[in-house]
């Protein structure tokens, strides 16, 4: 298996739920990103994680909570979240962040209906 | 503070037709930049990258971009449209002070029409 692999590829939950998102990714990479797509709006950075250490948090709101246990898997918890925050979650690896010219390479997406 | 400006959300062209996508940045360094498409329910791929060699870069699927310092731009190209083509194309800068972050322009969609 290659690439950015994200799981679920769907997911619809209610605003009590609780929720992760998972991403692994088998390019030997050491940096790792979570950004939010949502329709007609600019891709947003949510999270960026080096060597297993965050390195930004985009102002992101607290019901959104990221976990990065190796350079190869990366989660992103969700609870208590707002209907504004059904969209498509995209994770993407690169092979450092202080490589500037190395490309970023993105899953699937998985995409998030809150009910 | 680097940005990207891409002309046009949506463009149509006729299949064998050319396809000219536009994208300017700006950047208070040297940029790195990158052109990405996303087919429906997919994530971004890699079409082809300027990394300060050659200022004319081909990608995958025929497509190409040229670095011009001058305009600050780096547009996308295709000589001859496919319907296969049709799909959303982003432009994304970085360079060195980033971090490794891409700001990615807002999107081109693209139609191809027979």
């Known amino acids: 298996e290659t690439g950015v692999t994200q799981t679920p590829r769907h997911l619809v939950m209610g605003m009590t739920n609780k929720k992760s998102l998972k991403c692994e990714q088998h390019?030997?990479?050491?940096?790792m990103y979570w950004y939010k797509q949502s329709a007609k709006k600019p891709l947003e950075l949510m999270f960026v994680?080096?060597?297993?250490?965050?390195?930004e948090n985009n102002s992101v709101p607290s019901r959104f909570s990221p976990e990065c246990p190796n350079s190869s898997h990366l989660f992103l918890h969700l609870h208590t979240l707002q209907p504004e925050d059904s969209a498509l979650y995209l994770c993407?690896?690169?092979?450092?962040?202080?490589?500037?010219?190395?490309?970023?390479?993105f899953g699937d997406g998985t995409r998030l209906s809150i009910l | 503070a680097q940005s990207v400006t891409q002309l046009g959300s949506h463009v149509s062209v006729s299949e064998g037709a050319l396809v000219l996508l536009r994208c300017n940045y700006s950047?208070?360094?040297?940029?790195?930049l990158f052109w990405y498409v996303q087919y429906p329910n997919q994530g971004l791929q890699l079409l082809l990258k300027?990394?300060?060699?050659?200022?004319l870069v081909k990608g995958i699927n025929g497509f190409e971009a040229e670095f011009k310092k001058s305009e600050t731009s780096f547009h996308l190209t295709k000589p001859s449209a496919h319907m296969s083509d049709a799909a959303e194309y982003f432009c994304?800068?970085?360079?060195?002070?980033?971090?490794?972050?891409?700001?990615f322009g807002q999107g081109t969609i693209l139609t191809v029409h027979p």
């Open positions: 993407a690896s690169s092979q450092d962040t202080g490589l500037a010219n190395q490309p970023q390479h």
């Open positions: 390019l030997g990479h050491n940096a």
């Open positions: 994680y080096n060597f297993k250490e965050q390195t």
């Open positions: 950047s208070s360094v040297p940029p790195y």
């Open positions: 300027y990394t300060s060699a050659a200022t």
């Open positions: 994304a800068v970085s360079d060195l002070g980033g971090y490794g972050k891409l700001t």
